[in-house]
Nanobody, 123 residues
Framework: VQLQASGGGVVQAGGSLRLSCRAS????????LAWFRQAPGKERDFVAAIHWNSGYSTYYASSVKGRFTISRDNANNTVYLQMNSLKPEDTAVYYC????????????????WGQGTLVTVSS
């Protein structure tokens, strides 16, 4: 699976952005998809994930719950991250990731990674 993330940019605090991650591969619908982020000098942190099951269960970091929404479009092999009410502390490079296993909040749980897209939130 190859992943291509896009949609990053500069936005003022309180604004919104939508990130997209398009995947190649025949079995996109069987992958757990996730977003992680990494701020300068910090570790890569879990943001959100969506399972491949029929209910498309979703999981969020406490810091983004209620502000971010992850969704997937299997027909277009794309996973989205809608980010609302952005804060300066959301500034980071955002990475999409995929794996066939169940949802994991650790980066080590994902085999496939996109190249990252930079989100900058100004105060």
């Amino acid at each position: 699976v190859q992943l291509q993330a896009s949609g990053g940019g500069v936005v003022q605090a309180g604004g919104s952005l939508r990130l997209s991650c398009r995947a190649s591969g025949r079995t996109f619908s069987s992958y757990t998809l996730a977003w992680f982020r990494q701020a300068p000098g910090k570790e890569r942190d879990f943001v959100a994930a969506i399972h491949w099951n029929s209910g498309y269960s979703t999981y969020y970091a406490s810091s983004v719950k209620g502000r971010f929404t992850i969704s997937r479009d299997n027909a277009n092999n794309t996973v989205y991250l809608q980010m609302n009410s952005l804060k300066p502390e959301d500034t980071a490079v955002y990475y999409c990731a995929a794996d066939t296993s169940y949802v994991n909040r650790s980066p080590s749980g994902y085999e496939y990674w996109g190249q990252g897209t930079l989100v900058t939130v100004s105060s």
